[in-house]
T-cell receptor, first 116, second 115 residues
């Protein structure tokens, strides 16, 4: 099993540019999570999907951020326009979705975003 | 609402000594509790979890954690620390309500094992 796959691993862009982060969850997992990690704010949940449907997007900072999950094996997190304060490590995680038994989340390696 | 507190930003332990990383939680109902570890430039890796049953949970790499309901704590422990245990450790909680998959993480504790 390849685990959760994220691309790119590193992204450097200029302020105002559009940034798209990609995630492929573990095959068979029904839930997908996007997190952001910074020194100042720690690890924050941005949004999560269940069966490709967004369930909770209350952590999305503002309208510049959007996330999609067009199918069970792919999700994107888009920032348009990007700003320097968006610089962070963005993690994707997935987990099975079983109502009666809880499962842990499996994290990808992260995308380190730098906005100059 | 659910929340987690890790009161120590940094813990230093001599190699071979026992280690404890503290975590307290708050949830409306019954908790699911987790510990994750993060090595430099890597994603979080699952260590162990408490769902129900025995209060002492054993996990990967010789780590264990004790669930204490009265103190709302879930401290991570290891009897004998290794230099390779040096990393950032996160405690997380989830309310046991069906359909709630949202994990809330603590701010993390940096564990340094001194040779």
């Amino acid at each position: 099993d390849a685990g959760v796959i994220q691309s790119p691993r590193h992204e450097v862009t200029e302020m105002g540019q559009e940034v798209t982060l990609r995630c492929k969850p573990i095959s068979g997992h029904n839930s997908l999570f996007w997190y952001r990690q910074t020194m100042m704010r720690g690890l924050e949940l941005l949004i999560y999907f269940n069966n490709n449907v967004p369930i909770d997007d209350s952590g999305m900072p503002e309208d510049r951020f959007s996330a999609k999950m067009p199918n069970a094996s792919f999700s994107t997190l888009k920032i348009q326009p990007s700003e320097p304060r968006d610089s962070a490590v963005y993690f994707c995680a997935s987990s099975p979705n079983h109502r009666s038994i809880d499962y842990e989340q499996y994290f990808g390696p992260g995308t380190r975003l730098t906005v100059t | 609402a659910q929340s987690v507190a890790q009161p120590e930003d940094q813990v230093n332990v001599a190699e071979g000594n026992p280690l404890t990383v503290k975590c307290t939680y708050s949830v409306s109902g019954n908790p699911y509790l987790f510990w994750y570890v993060q090595y430099p430039n890597r994603g979080l890796q699952f260590l162990l979890k408490y769902i129900t049953g025995d209060n002492l949970v054993k996990g990967s790499y010789g780590f264990e954690a004790e669930f204490n309901k009265s103190q709302t704590s879930f401290h991570l422990k290891k009897p004998s620390a290794l230099v390779s245990d040096s990393a950032l450790y996160f405690c997380a909680v989830r309310d046991m309500r069906v359909g709630n998959e949202k994990l809330t993480f603590g701010t993390g504790t940096r564990l340094t094992i001194i040779p």
